[in-house]
Each structure stands twice: as structure tokens, then as C-alpha cells.
């Protein structure tokens, strides 16, 4: 008789990305009920969450948006609605547990928020005064009419919406007017000491405005109104194939992205029908497409409190990030490199001994040639100042600028500019391929010839983001990893192809397949019985041939260990498929960046590998950017990061979520143990 074929249970459907961006918000957005999280903190989380969702509607809805008007884009209207009704949900949490939570928890701490029918009479003296003297000038209010047409409301910039009685100076009865509100203008104002009897108060812009908004109509009444912000589609569009000049491209492209194609209307609660239909008819919205706020409309301006607020007390105590104990201070960094690899772990570690080491490159004489990317640095940057200064000083230098970095394009223009003016070669990358890798290299005469050495991060060359987000910078000397590092900027000014590299793999060219070829090297072992295990600690996991590699290692009986902190489209626990898979994600004081990849496929020293990337596991990133991974083949190096970077995230309790098969995060614990304050307390 025929043996029957084995019946696998039927594949579990993957998991809804856009679900799963909100899911890591409500993560987020949970920081701020933890009564061990200092109060300020708490409304700073809830601050990052509204900014977090207005990326969210820019960039992924928006594409989203644009697949369900697109015949055969794969989506839906219902699609477009189910999500809506999600980040709905998810918002109107998030001003509920402001209201009822942190508020007044503020208020027992003696900083409160004033509306006009709070303040006293000297308050509203002082208001008063400040509207006139500092608000009331910048004003324009545009009353609509054949004449006066909506006007263009820019991205996320704050407007009123009135409807007025009696006529206008004319006779005429026209009713609806806007108000825009100029971005200069603080969106939060603190008060004097003296009117607050020994509490710190503030007043929101809003509030002031809306104290004085018949003032700016007079002769009319203001029979209702609202606040209400509009968030749009934020990509800069261009076509590549018809680029001559990147740059000008995209600086002649950026005033455009405050008037993209609207996405999100947002209204105060009391917003009558008639001005927020109104709005959604001019708007050209669905209904889905508005949100109805119990607060101001844009609760990221709150982070203004958070700095103007006297209340240490209130804030994470100051956290100062250590020397490496594998650098001495005040000895060559060269020198030192040339003993061995140096791993940086920031935030516990210091940034600055990235600083010194271009510093030191541009102050050597002995030094020729200094190469670097640049993805984010901000718009001011010791290291960009260190690079014009190194060409100042007659040095090689060539910055591989990121012009489409999101949001960053104008300080990378910028910069890209100021480092031309002084004769430093300035390249693109690739037009259609967003150059992330992290990566410098320093050419230096050394006798007769000429050595290099590079540093390779999983972050950003960013001093200030380098003390809020983990990641692992990495130093070395290394011929090999070094003469591959070369070879990626060349090809990044050339364009050609790339020799093989000894140590570096690149994106998009043999990345992905080797992540795949190291997951089937796994399932091969645990199907003949050996040792297998993978761990990978990323900040997003949606490649589908990634997913699907690991579900077939998952069902070879590999144990699997995922860290994503934010989506992840792979459903651990279902059983036949991914019962020995299990993810989890951090979410602490500081916002995990670190990229580990770690894969052992037997019992010998020489059956496992472990790399540090710049890229998550995603498709865009594979595909659609220029990245990089490398080995650390030192072992104590390697074992350092085992144990820092993996073994305590996947011993979290204070600060872990564990996901459900069905696409839920549960958290691990309300106390116990927390990677990121033991790693602090270590370095401290």
C-alpha cells in the first residue's frame, strides 16, 4: 500500500503590517500608564505616539491611499476603512488616558493647563495681553466667498474654523471663515510664577486663540467653531529616470510636501456636523478620514511642558554614557585599533570616541583620505563640521549624502552644498536606492605604506539620537573589512560592479540571500537532529521570504528567538508552523535600533555567525537600499554582544511584550527585571 503523503496544517496567514505599526504604538503609548515612569517621561511617551501616528498617516497610509485608487493595487476600501477604524481606536486611547491620567496626575504635581474658563482674572489680563502684543499681529482671517476661496492648508499646521452671524462690512452674509495659525507661534505658554500661586501653569495657543476669536471678526458674532489640522501624503515626488540634478530635484520638490494630497482631517470633539462636512467636502475626504480629538489637535506640541517645566524630579534621572574600557583616553585611536577591534554600545557607551577618531583623522597630517556616509546627522553636526573641515585642511574627502532621507532632506542638502563649497567630494548614492548603511573609512600613511581603518554602525552618525537609541558602533583595522568598505564607496561614486567581498555583505545585492541561505542552514540542522537556533534582534520584520524562511526552520524544530520592536508580520505559536518561534518586543527609556543577527547550525565553534547590520528585515531594506552586515569574528567581541545586546532582551521582564499568534502583544511583567536600566547600572 502507498504510504500517505504527510498532511502539513494549512499556512497560517501572515500578520496585517499596518496593524502592527499601531500595536507597537499602543506599546508605546502604554510607557505612559507606568506608575515606575516618571511623569514627564509619561507625557513624553504620549507625545511620541502623536507623532508616531502622523508618520504613520504621511507615509503608510498614504501609500496605502494610493494602492486603493489604483485599479489592481491590491487594496480595498474596506481595507482603508478596517485600518482607519484601528488608528481611530488607538487615538481616541491615547487622549483618554491624557485626560483621565496623566493631567491630573500633572495637576497633583502642581503643573497645570489652563482653559479661559480656569484662569482667573489676572490670568486672563495677562492672556489678553499676550494675544495682543504677540499673537493677534500674525493673524489673518479669511472670510470665504467667491473671491476668498478655501485656501491651501499646509501639512499639520494649526487652523480655525468658524461660522459667523450677521454680515460683513459689505452686506453680505457669507459665514464660513479660516484661520491659519503661523508655525512660529509657541504652541505652549507658560504663565508668570506670581499668577499661579506656587503652581507652574501654562495655556495652550489654542486656548488663547480661541478666548479672542470673535475679536478677529468685528461686527460679526462667532456662532461655533473648531480647531482642526489636516495631515497629508509626505513623499517627495520625482521621477528617476528623468533626473538630471538630485538635488534640485528635490529641493525644488520640498515646499510641495506641506500640500500633498490630504489624508487625515482632525476636529476638536465639540466640532458641529455642518464644519467638519464642510471641511471633508473641500478636503475631498471619506468620512473614515476624520478624527474627532478630546484635546488639542495636535498633541506633540505637549513636549513644549516637558522642556518648559522646573521638575527634575519629574524627569529619568540624568543618565551620562561611560569611556569605552577598551579605549584609553587621550591615546591615538589609531594606535589602539591597531591591537584590536573596538564594539561601542551606546547609549550605555559614549558616542564621542567616534567624534575623536575623525577628529584625530582630520588633525593627522599622516592622514590622506577620510569617507563617510551620511544618513541622518541633523541639521547641526560636529561630525559634517569635522568632514569640511578635514577638506579644508587639503585632505581627500568624499560624503556619500542620503538626499531622500525622509524628513532630513533639507539638512542633508544643506550639508551636501557646504561640503562642496570646499572641495570635498560629494556623491548620491544610487537614484532609486536609499543609501543606509552606516559606514566611515580613513586612509592613513603609515612608513612606506598606507593602512586604513573603519568604523560600521547599526545607527545613525548622530550624537544626540546616539543617547537615546541603543545601537553598536564597531572599530577596526581590519584589512580585509576595510578593503571591502572601499569597495562600497566606490561603487557608490562609480556605480560599477563590486569585486566580491571577504567580510561585508551589501544590500541589495547578496544580503538577503545570505540571511536566507544562514535560516536554511538552521532547518537543515535541527533536521538531522543537531543543535539550531537563531536569534535576531531587529526594529521590523514584514520580508515575506524571510518570514517564510524562518516558518520552515520554525517547522524543521529550530528554536527561534525573534526581538522586533515594532512590526512584525510573522505569527509566533501557531501550531505546525511556528510553535517554536517566539517574539518579542522592548520597549524602554530608550528606543531600540540595535540590528544582531545571530545563527548556529551545530555543536562546533565554527557552526554559528553573528552580525551586527544597518538593516531591519524588511523588503525595502533587502531590496531598495544600499546596506550593510559583517561578521564579528572576534569571539570575545562576539560573546560581549550575546551578551548585552541579546541574552538580556530575551530575559526582560520590567520592559518586554511578548506577541500572540493572533497579532496581540502581551506584556511579560509589571516588575522584574529590565534589560536597559541593568545595561545603565553596568556601565555605571
Given at each position: ?26 506599546r ?5 500608564r ?14 511620541i ?6 508618520e ?40 483618554k488616558?491624557?485626560n483621565?491620567?496623566?493631567?491630573p496626575e ?9 482653559n479661559h ?8 489680563r ?5 494675544f495682543e502684543?504677540?499673537?493677534r ?6 472670510v470665504l ?5 478655501f ?9 480655525f474654523i ?5 454680515r ?8 464660513i ?36 476669536l ?35 530635484a ?15 482631517l ?19 475626504l ?18 513644549e511642558?516637558?522642556d ?5 524630579t ?11 574600557a577598551s ?9 589602539q585599533?591597531?591591537a ?36 541622518r ?5 560636529v561630525?559634517?563640521d569635522l568632514l ?8 581627500e ?7 531622500t ?12 552644498e ?8 560629494v556623491?548620491y548614492?544610487?537614484v ?9 573609512l580613513?586612509?592613513?600613511r ?17 550624537p ?6 541603543t ?8 584589512p580585509?573589512l576595510?578593503a ?7 561603487q ?17 545585492f ?18 538531522a ?22 516558518i520552515?526552520?520554525g ?7 525573534l526581538?522586533?520592536r ?31 543577527l ?15 547590520s544597518s ?9 531598495r ?9 572576534d ?15 530575551l530575559h ?13 502583544y ?15 547600572r553596568?556601565?555605571?
Amino acid at each position: 500500500m502507498a504510504r500517505q503523503e504527510e498532511r502539513l496544517p494549512a499556512p497560517a496567514p501572515l500578520l496585517n503590517r499596518e496593524r502592527s505599526i499601531l500595536q507597537f504604538n499602543r506599546r508605546v503609548l502604554a510607557q505612559a500608564r507606568r506608575a515606575d515612569v516618571p511623569l514627564l517621561e509619561r507625557l513624553r511617551y504620549v507625545t511620541i505616539v502623536s507623532s508616531n501616528i502622523d508618520e504613520f498617516f504621511e507615509v503608510r497610509f498614504a501609500d496605502l491611499a494610493e494602492a486603493a485608487r489604483q485599479p489592481g493595487g491590491g487594496v480595498s476600501r474596506s481595507d482603508l476603512a478596517a485600518v482607519a477604524v484601528a488608528a481611530h481606536e488607538l487615538i481616541d486611547e491615547q487622549y483618554k488616558m491624557l485626560n483621565d491620567e496623566v493631567v491630573p496626575e500633572l495637576q497633583r504635581h502642581g503643573i497645570i493647563v489652563l482653559n479661559h474658563a480656569d484662569r482667573d482674572e489676572g490670568q486672563r489680563r495677562w492672556v489678553r495681553r499676550f494675544f495682543e502684543r504677540e499673537v493677534r499681529p500674525l493673524l489673518v482671517p479669511l472670510v470665504l466667498d467667491p473671491s476668498h476661496p478655501f485656501p491651501l492648508v499646509a501639512n499639520k499646521s494649526l487652523n480655525f474654523i468658524a461660522r459667523l452671524g450677521g454680515r460683513d462690512a459689505f452686506g453680505r452674509e457669507n459665514s464660513i471663515a479660516i484661520v491659519k495659525v503661523p508655525r512660529v507661534l509657541p504652541r505652549v505658554i507658560r504663565l508668570p510664577d506670581a499668577l499661579c500661586g506656587g503652581r507652574q501653569g501654562f495655556v495652550l495657543l489654542t486656548s488663547v486663540i480661541r478666548a479672542h476669536l470673535d475679536e478677529l471678526f468685528p461686527g460679526r458674532s462667532v456662532e461655533s467653531f473648531s480647531q482642526f489640522r489636516v495631515t497629508r501624503d509626505s513623499e517627495l515626488e520625482f521621477d528617476a529616470d528623468d533626473v538630471t540634478n538630485l538635488r534640485q530635484a528635490l529641493r525644488s520638490n520640498l515646499s510641495k510636501r506641506h500640500f500633498g494630497l490630504a489624508i487625515r482631517l482632525e476636529v476638536v470633539r465639540s466640532c458641529p456636523s455642518e464644519l467638519h462636512d464642510f471641511l471633508l467636502r473641500q478636503l475631498q475626504l471619506p468620512e473614515y478620514a476624520l478624527y474627532k480629538v478630546n484635546g488639542p489637535v495636535n498633541l506633540a506640541r505637549l513636549n513644549e511642558i516637558i522642556d518648559q517645566a522646573d521638575a527634575q524630579t519629574l524627569r529619568f534621572p540624568r543618565y551620562d554614557p561611560a569611556w569605552p574600557a577598551s579605549l584609553r583616553p587621550g591615546h591615538s585611536i589609531f594606535e589602539q585599533l591597531q591591537a584590536g577591534d573596538v564594539m561601542l554600545h551606546h547609549p550605555f557607551e559614549s558616542f564621542e570616541p567616534v567624534v575623536q577618531f575623525l577628529r584625530e583623522a582630520v588633525e593627522d597630517p599622516a592622514v590622506l583620505a577620510i569617507k563617510q556616509t551620511i544618513y541622518r546627522t541633523g541639521s547641526q553636526s560636529v561630525l559634517a563640521d569635522l568632514l569640511i573641515e578635514a577638506a579644508r585642511r587639503g585632505k581627500e574627502v568624499m560624503a556619500v549624502v542620503e538626499l531622500t532621507a525622509r524628513f532630513d532632506e533639507e539638512a542633508n542638502i544643506n550639508w551636501a552644498e557646504r561640503l562642496e563649497a570646499v572641495g570635498a567630494q560629494v556623491v548620491y548614492g544610487v537614484v532609486g536606492l536609499k543609501t543606509h548603511a552606516k559606514l566611515m573609512l580613513v586612509t592613513r600613511r603609515e612608513g612606506s605604506r598606507l593602512r586604513r581603518y573603519v568604523h560600521l554602525s547599526t545607527g545613525n552618525y548622530n550624537p544626540k539620537t546616539a543617547r537615546l537609541y541603543t545601537d553598536v558602533g564597531y572599530l577596526s583595522a581590519d584589512p580585509a573589512l576595510a578593503a571591502d568598505a572601499d569597495a562600497v564607496f566606490h561603487q557608490l561614486a562609480s556605480q560599477g560592479r563590486m569585486r566580491s567581498s571577504r567580510r561585508l555583505l551589501t544590500a541589495p545585492f547578496v544580503l538577503h540571500r545570505t540571511m536566507v541561505r544562514h535560516i536554511a542552514q538552521v532547518a537543515a540542522a535541527a533536521r538531522a537532529g543537531r543543535e539550531a537556533r537563531i536569534v535576531a534582534k531587529v526594529n521590523a520584520l514584514t520580508d515575506p521570504g524571510l518570514i517564510a524562511a524562518l516558518i520552515d526552520a520554525g517547522r524543521a524544530g529550530a528554536k527561534i528567538d525573534l526581538i522586533v520592536r515594532g512590526a512584525c508580520m510573522l505569527p509566533p505559536g501557531v501550531p505546525g508552523h511556528t510553535d517554536t518561534i517566539r517574539v518579542r518586543s522592548v520597549i524602554g527609556r530608550f528606543l531600540e535600533h540595535t540590528r544582531v543577527l545571530y545563527f548556529r547550525w551545530g555543536e562546533a565553534p565554527d557552526d554559528e555567525i553573528l552580525y551586527l547590520s544597518s538593516a531591519d528585515w524588511m523588503s525595502r531594506n533587502m531590496f531598495r537600499r544600499i546596506e550593510l552586515a559583517w561578521p564579528v569574528r572576534d569571539a570575545v567581541l562576539r560573546q560581549r554582544i550575546i551578551d548585552e545586546a541579546l541574552v538580556p532582551y530575551l530575559h526582560d521582564e520590567l520592559d518586554a511584550w511578548e506577541l500572540q499568534a493572533d497579532g496581540e502583544y502581551r506584556r511579560v511583567a509589571q516588575t522584574g527585571i529590565s534589560a536597559q536600566q541593568a545595561l545603565m547600572r553596568r556601565y555605571t
